[in-house]
Structure formats: C-alpha cells, structure tokens
C-alpha cells in the first residue's frame, strides 16, 4: 500500500508540457510533487484548476520602490511565485555590494527570487552613476548560488564594437552555461543579426515587426506589460504567428500603486487572455517558457518538480483562492528583520538654486534662443524637437504654454556634482516641479518644473530626505513626498504605507497638470541607452549618436 503523501490538490490541471487542460489530482510529499495521480493523504483540497506558480521572466523590483520581501509579500497571493530580478538599478547606486546585499534580501521572503547580474555598470560613459561592476565583479557574482544568467545587456554598441569588457561579461556567463539577456530597443538589420549571436532574451521590442525579427532567429521574446512600457496588446498578435513556447511575459517596470492594485505578471496573464489568447498558453508563457530560459526547475507541474502551485477558483479571470510554495499552503515568512542590509546615505550633492539648474542664454542671443527638445510621447520612447523658448536676462525660461518645462538632473552620488539642463514637452506641467531620485539608470536626482525656483525647492527635499518622489505647488506652497532612503530608490516601509505616499505625490503632480504616468515617465528621462534624446548629469545626449550635444541650437 502507497504511504499517505503531505497533500492532494484535485482539480482540472493546466498542464504546461502539453498545452491542455484536464481533471487530475497532484500528490505533494515534503515540497515536492510526488505524481499527478491519486494517492492517500494527510490533507485533500479541491480547486476548480490547478496551475503552476507564475514566474515572471525580467523584472526590477526596485521601480516598486519596496524591498524584495515587500514585493513578494504583494504578489505572492495572487499566484506570483517567483520572480528573475535584475537588481541593476540598485547596482548602479551601490555597486557588487548592494547586489549581494538585494540577494540576502531573498531569504526573508517565500518569493523565489532568481537573479541575473548586472552586465551594464554604469549603462554608458555619458552620465555618473554611484558604482561600477567589471567583468571581474560580474564573474564573481554569476558564481552565486541564486543567480540564473548575466543581466541585460544594454551597451549593444559596445557589443557590436567588440568591446573587450562587453564581450569578458558574455565570456563568463557561457563558461558556466548561463544565458545572457538582452535589451535591443531600435536595433535591426545586419546589427539585429550580429546581436542574436551573443543575446538570448529581448524584452524591448514595442512593434510586432520587431518582435517577429528577434523571435526567427533565435531569440526568446519576452511580452512586457509594464507600469510604463504596456506592450502586450501590439505583441500578442505574436501567438498566432510562432510556437508560442518561445515567448515569455514579463513586467519589467512595476510601479506600487499598480502592484497593490493590480499585481504583477498576474495582470499580464489577465490582459492577455482578455485579449483572446488561449488560456493554457497564457499560463505557460508565464511559467515553463520562462523555467526553460533559465533552467528553473519549477514552472510546471512534473513528478520531481517543487510544489509550487496556484489554486484557482476560475482560469479565464486568474482568481486566486490559495497558492502554494514548497509544499507549504499560503505561506510568509516566519520573520523578517526589522532594517534591510542596503544603504540609505546614497544622496549626496551640495544645495541648489534655481539659478544653477537652469540653462544658460546665450551671449547673443535676441529675444528667445532656439532649443533641441525631448519630447516625451508615452512610455520609454521620447522624440527629437526643437523650439524657440524666451530669454529672460542670463536665463531660457520654459514656455510653459506649449507643454515645455525646464529639466534638470544632478548628480546625486557624492561624486563630480554635475549638472545637466535642458528642456522636455509632454509632461503637462503648468506650473511647480516634480522630481525624484529614481531615475534610470544611473539614478541621479532628475526635476522638471515650471519655473527654477520650485525645482530647487524639490531637489533641495529630496537631498533632506534622503532620496525618494516629490512634487512642489508654489500657489499653495505645498510639497508632497515620498521618502525612498534605501539607496535612495526605495522605502523600508510597509508597501501599503509606500502606495499612500505614491499616491499623495501623484495627485499634487496631477494638480499641476502632469500627464497620467508622468512619474514614471520622469524616471526615464534620463536613460541614455534609449533613442532618441535624454538628459544626463553630463548634458544632452544624441542617443542615436551616442554623445553630448549642445542644448541650445547654432
């Protein structure tokens, strides 16, 4: 006779391997799925379907602006169970140390967290961040224990170059037998090629010609549904066209108010089988296709395999009654420390004026100087613009009028003290300044305002604070914000005390006109590895080109 297992979970079974649905029972024994077949038990619970946990295939939880077992705290009951976290926005503050620091953050969560190492410390040589990580740094870190690849590979310029650094990082990856994620916004043709060679994932194609591209030679696509960057929907008409076994779902960028709200890869899961897509493929988009990318041995359901699964009460909608990790049913953490390992002393720059962030007028220069412009058009993407603003005395004034605010991004690690001035449309700003310390990649303090003085006001907090979101209201002499001290990038506060502060901050922002997203979108204003313009602590930079350019036109 068969010894009683730990538990039985019965219920129609999504079963990954095959793409089908059918009614089962899987028998779990000390954390592990033991067979998918009856067996006497010490416990029998019933779902309407039983699914593995989901995994989400990139993702940073710092733009969560929580810690890790924060995060998994929020996504765990609603069938996350593991995610692959580049820690390379906290990487890019404190360097090997903070990732070490984010790894044995993992062990106070029931969240499996799998790490890719950082590959682009800094991203470029056009802005300063707060570290760097070598080739010999990244080869010490792919040795960890919880570490599933070499991170997102985001100097394709480098790679395509045959930059020696680049090409090191990429070396000791396959000499341990780990892939290698890719980040390929924009590239195509014969460079799109040369890539493929060296690249194993790509999470940045927004157009379904790119995707189909990257995916015919070779390249897993992973479907991103980000707070930001929302690409699922033009993606998806993908699953018709391919084996859908090559494809993955991922979040990448999460912001609090969307986790709490609306969760993490679950909500993709959701969106994409109201889009129509099949359920079952849905789900191992979101499981055993991310599992093979990086040799996870969960993902699934499999005699063998961890006792990761989700109960569900109904498959099309993702409702979630229970989920299990290891055997164990609904789990926490048993405890958690009371302070995390990472720094919170990251902001360091002298105090500004309104005067120093902004752009000098030119010497000859009449009534109003004609500007090169970013134009921020929605998510990640920014366009090139130019425009006449006003001179008023030795300064260019804003012409808030026409959508176009001052931008501003100081160096915020102790280092040179740089600061970069320029321009941005789209924001919607009428009048005061936002700003935050989160500002990807290099994660200097980034403003943008109406008028100078209310963006020194709002840097000059931000350093008092420690780092963190906020937004200033001159009219009212109001300033609302959100404290991130660790790393300057995130809070050590419950995330139901984060979402209150995120959300204070958004709704004085919106008061001052910013577009829906627009924090977010301020976030990545500054990333220069992105076409077309961004603005560095160094300057104005031609993405394109890849280098500085003069913010006032000749």
């Known amino acids: 006779m068969t010894d009683a297992v730990d538990t039985l979970v019965r219920g129609t079974l999504v079963n990954v391997h095959t793409g089908t649905l059918e009614d089962g029972a899987v028998a779990v024994d000390d954390g592990e799925i033991v067979a998918l077949a009856e067996r006497p038990a010490e416990r029998t619970l019933d779902a309407g379907y039983?699914?593995?946990?989901?995994?989400?295939a990139h993702m940073h939880v710092e733009s969560s602006m929580v810690t890790l077992p924060e995060y998994g705290d929020a996504v765990l009951p609603r069938g996350v169970t593991s995610v692959v976290h580049d820690p390379h926005e906290i990487a890019n503050v404190l360097g090997a140390a903070g990732v070490r620091a984010?790894?044995?953050?993992?062990?106070?969560?029931?969240?499996?967290?799998?790490?890719?190492?950082?590959?682009?410390?800094?991203a470029s040589s056009l802005q300063d961040a707060g570290a760097t990580i070598d080739a010999d740094a990244?080869?010490?870190?792919?040795d960890l224990d919880?570490?599933?690849?070499?991170?997102?590979?985001?100097?394709?310029?480098?790679?395509?170059?045959?930059?020696?650094?680049?090409?090191?990082?990429?070396?000791?990856?396959?000499?341990r037998g780990l892939p290698v994620d890719g980040h390929m916004p924009g590239v195509e043709g014969a460079a799109l090629h040369e890539a493929a060679r060296y690249l194993d994932t790509d999470h940045e194609s927004i157009t379904l010609a790119e995707a189909r591209a990257r995916a015919s030679l070779g390249v897993r696509v992973y479907l991103r549904e980000g707070s930001s960057s929302k690409n699922l929907a033009d993606l998806l008409p993908l699953v018709d066209d391919i084996d859908t076994r090559r494809l993955s779902l991922c979040t990448d960028d999460r912001e609090v108010v969307d986790v709490v709200d609306h969760g993490g890869v679950d909500f993709a899961v959701r969106k994409a089988i109201d889009e129509g897509a099949d359920p079952v493929e849905v789900v191992q988009m979101a499981t055993l296709n991310t599992a093979e990318s990086y040799d996870l041995p969960f993902g699934r359901l499999e005699p063998g395999a961890p006792a990761d699964l989700v109960l569900l009460d109904d498959l099309a909608s993702w409702t979630v009654a229970d989920v299990m990790v290891d055997g164990e049913l609904n789990p926490t953490a048993?405890?958690?420390?009371?302070?995390?390992?990472?720094?919170?002393?990251?902001v360091q720059f002298d105090p500004v004026s309104g005067a120093d962030l902004a752009v000098e007028a030119p010497a000859d220069a009449g009534e109003t100087a004609r500007v090169r412009v970013i134009d921020a058009v929605g998510g990640l993407q920014t366009d090139p613009m130019e425009t006449a603003v006003p001179v008023d005395a030795d300064a260019l004034v804003p012409p808030v009028d026409d959508d176009v605010c001052s931008l501003a991004v100081i160096e915020r690690h102790g280092g040179n003290g740089g600061i970069g001035r320029g321009f941005v449309h789209g924001l919607g700003l009428h009048r005061g300044a936002i700003g935050s310390t989160v500002a990807h990649d290099a994660h200097n303090c980034v403003v943008a305002g109406a008028d100078h003085d209310a963006?020194?006001?709002?840097?000059?907090?931000?350093?008092?604070v420690g780092g963190g979101i906020a937004a200033f209201d001159p009219a009212a002499g109001t300033m609302a914000s959100l404290p991130l001290p660790v790393a300057g990038l995130m809070s050590d506060e419950p995330i139901e005390t984060v979402y209150e502060g995120y959300e204070r901050v958004e709704s004085l922002a919106a008061d001052l006109g910013l577009v829906e997203a627009g924090l977010m979108e301020l976030s990545f204003l500054a990333l220069e590895v992105i076409p077309t313009y961004r603005l560095t602590n160094r300057g104005l930079v031609d993405v394109a080109a890849g280098e500085h350019v003069d913010v006032v036109r000749s």
């Open 50 to 56: 039983v699914a593995p946990g989901l995994v989400d």
């Open 102 to 122: 984010v790894v044995a953050d993992a062990a106070n969560t029931p969240l499996k967290a799998r790490f890719t190492v950082p590959s682009s410390v800094p």
């Open 138 to 142: 990244v080869a010490s870190l792919l």
């Open 146 to 175: 919880s570490v599933v690849a070499l991170g997102e590979v985001m100097d394709v310029p480098g790679l395509l170059a045959g930059d020696d650094e680049v090409h090191a990082k990429i070396a000791a990856a396959r000499e």
């Open 334 to 346: 048993d405890e958690r420390p009371d302070s995390t390992n990472l720094a919170t002393d990251t």
């Open 455 to 464: 963006m020194a006001r709002v840097a000059n907090h931000l350093r008092e």
